[in-house]
């Protein structure tokens, strides 16, 4: 009504305050290094260019390329050998399929009783973070907790056993194998035993007692906590307790 006119208004877009060689420069550091803040990145790039540039600029510009800031995955450190042995555990149950189903996994963890995952949420207005409702407590001390074993199988599981304190040998002997594991895969047609390579696991004792009641084990390389499925039993059980 005011131009006469319905071709579409022409939008004003703001210049670009990098130049094309600066944005080689940001995409190279962050690239060469994952690790490097924008803000380091920034004052490299004033050193070098005498042009200052901000370092909310910079994350804009490592976005337009796909990169954005993410939490890293924490993982055990590797050598070539555990890499090997992974593999090699991999390669040779790749055509495992029934199979699974007479695995035992079995595994101990420190359920924490006053601590929470992070992803409870409270519905408050704007200024009411510091009231109490809205305030998740926690010690400054150690975190109360017990330490669990347990044992899944595709059809059935064994039965939660608390160990008191830490567990050694012994206790996973006398608490563990003795009273719940030798009975449970008794009643089992064929089973394959599954733990990890901690030290009460793998000591004399231990391994003695597989051998004497003639229990197979599932060979398993070091540093390979994650590829067992009970991992992920533990936490679900950590986010309903939370």
């Known amino acids: 009504m005011q131009e006469g006119t319905t071709d579409r208004r022409g939008r004003l877009h703001l210049p670009q305050c990098t130049t094309s060689r600066e944005d080689r420069l940001i995409m190279q550091m962050a690239v060469m290094n994952y690790a490097v803040t924008s803000r380091t990145v920034a004052q490299h790039i004033e050193s070098v260019t005498h042009h200052s540039v ?8 490592l976005q337009q390329i796909g990169l ?8 055990l450190p590797l050598t070539q050998n555990h890499r090997r042995l992974r593999r090699q555990l991999c390669n040779e149950r790749r055509t495992w399929v029934a199979e699974w189903n007479e695995v035992v996994f079995t595994d101990e963890s420190r359920i924490y009783l006053q601590n929470h995952d992070g992803q409870i949420r409270v519905w408050r207005h704007r200024g009411e973070s510091m009231l109490n409702s809205c305030v998740m407590h926690h010690n400054t001390g150690l975190a109360l907790g017990i330490m669990a074993w347990s044992g899944i199988r595709y059809h059935s599981r064994t039965h939660l056993v608390r160990i008191a304190g830490t567990l050694n040998s012994q206790r996973y002997m006398s608490k563990v194998l003795e009273p719940v594991v030798l009975p449970y895969l008794q009643g089992l047609a064929t089973e394959i035993f599954q733990q990890d390579n901690a030290r009460p696991h793998v000591a004399r004792i231990v391994q003695k007692f597989f051998v004497n009641h003639q229990i197979e084990l599932l060979l398993w390389p070091a540093r390979s906590p994650y590829l067992s499925p009970i991992e992920n039993m533990w936490s679900m059980v950590a986010q309903r307790l939370s």
Do not use: W
């Not at 901000?54 to 510009?61: L, Y």
């Not at 954005?68 to 993982?75: E, T």
């Open 54 to 61: 901000s370092a909310r600029t910079i994350r804009g510009r």
């Open 68 to 75: 954005s800031a993410r939490r890293p995955l924490l993982g």
